[in-house]
């Protein structure tokens, strides 16, 4: 598969594509990142948050998508080794020219951001998780309404603000909250 | 109204009038208020985030999970092999000390019959025992040509305890201590003969040589 039908195939979920990209560029970040004082399985961490990061928050690629994987996965190991303040003791440190850049940074946190919604979306009533979700596939309030048995399009509405509500309470109890939204 | 309900009519485009010239107000004036607001935006971003993206996410999430165990299961190989190892390695080892220990025994028992084949016993003295008359000395070899070496023994332990380098005492507890298997306490026994008197005894060269 070329470098753009891996790129595309991971934003559709092809999974074939997936699968390549794994063997391809996993073992050349893993191997990268075990000479900088981690770990296979940090490797491997690192390389899923990279994917997530590329497949929600990237809509336009302007290099080649393996270089990007790559130079994002580095550049945010040595992030890590920065706030696990080992990084002196690596080779990463020597490498100058690696680091997360405004846009890469921004895109980091928009992900964190997305993780931090995802734990507590995850924590809400499946009412909750279902009503906000057929809403905004676009399925016609009726339906809705019929699917999880809602009298009327108020009481409705007024459930989905209720789940809004403590969805924002617990994001915002969260000690990554502020960190991210100041 | 709850703020999240206000948030979404006027995203919705429904709040007008007095309402959207409130809210604009709020919105300008009320941290809080703007603040959430912004973090309403990002769930209903995230929702709708969710809905486009969920099945490549589950794809990509689902590889993720298949390729990380297998970065777990090289090593959990490795406990299995060592696991394993463990499983041979042990019985083999108990296996060959049970072989050493059979081993030992078989040779203790093939010399103990080599022994056997030349040993012989002391000539008997045809003593008499103390009923009929005698001395104690007597009486213990006299039940000893008798092979009743319980009340033989006894009395030689009875004569050893006054005389513990007592020569005939010594010699037929040897004799006895041997008989029964005790072979340590025959070589004990014997080692306190005087051979010169006891050199041509068939015993201490057995035992002792």
Known sequence: MSDLELYKGLKNGDRNAVLEIYSRLLPRVKSWVTANNGTEADAHDLFQETLETILLKVDVIHSSFEGLVIKMSKNKWIDTLRKQKTIDKTKAYLEKSESLNEDEHLKMTEYHKYKLMEKYFSKLSNTCQQLMVLLKEGVSVQEVMKKLNFSSANTMYRRKAACIERWGQLVKKDVRYKELYS | ?209
């Open chain 2, 1 to 209: 109204m709850k703020k999240e309900e206000l948030y979404r009519r006027y995203l919705a485009g429904e709040l007008g009038g007095d309402q959207l010239l409130s809210f604009e107000q709020r919105l300008s004036e009320e941290v809080d208020f703007r603040e959430d607001f912004e973090l309403y935006k990002e769930m209903e971003g995230f929702v709708e985030e969710r809905v486009k993206k969920m099945d490549a996410l589950e794809v990509l999430r689902g590889v993720s999970s298949e390729q990380k165990s297998r970065i777990k299961n090289p090593r959990n190989n490795v406990i299995v092999s060592n696991k394993l190892l463990w499983f041979l390695i042990i019985p083999s080892l108990v296996g060959m000390f049970v072989a050493w220990l059979a081993s030992s025994k078989m040779q203790e028992i093939k010399n103990r019959e080599l022994i056997m084949a030349e040993y012989k016993y002391p000539p008997n003295k045809g003593t008499r025992s103390l009923e009929v008359a005698g001395t104690k000395l007597d009486s213990a070899i006299h039940y000893f040509d008798l092979r009743r070496m319980a009340k033989s023994e006894q009395l030689f332990l009875e004569i050893l305890a006054i005389d513990s380098l007592h020569q005939d005492a010594n010699r037929y507890m040897g004799h006895i201590s041997f008989l029964k298997g005790a072979d340590n306490k025959s070589k004990y026994y014997c080692s306190k003969l005087d051979r010169l008197i006891y050199q041509d005894s068939i015993l201490l060269k057995l035992l002792l040589e």
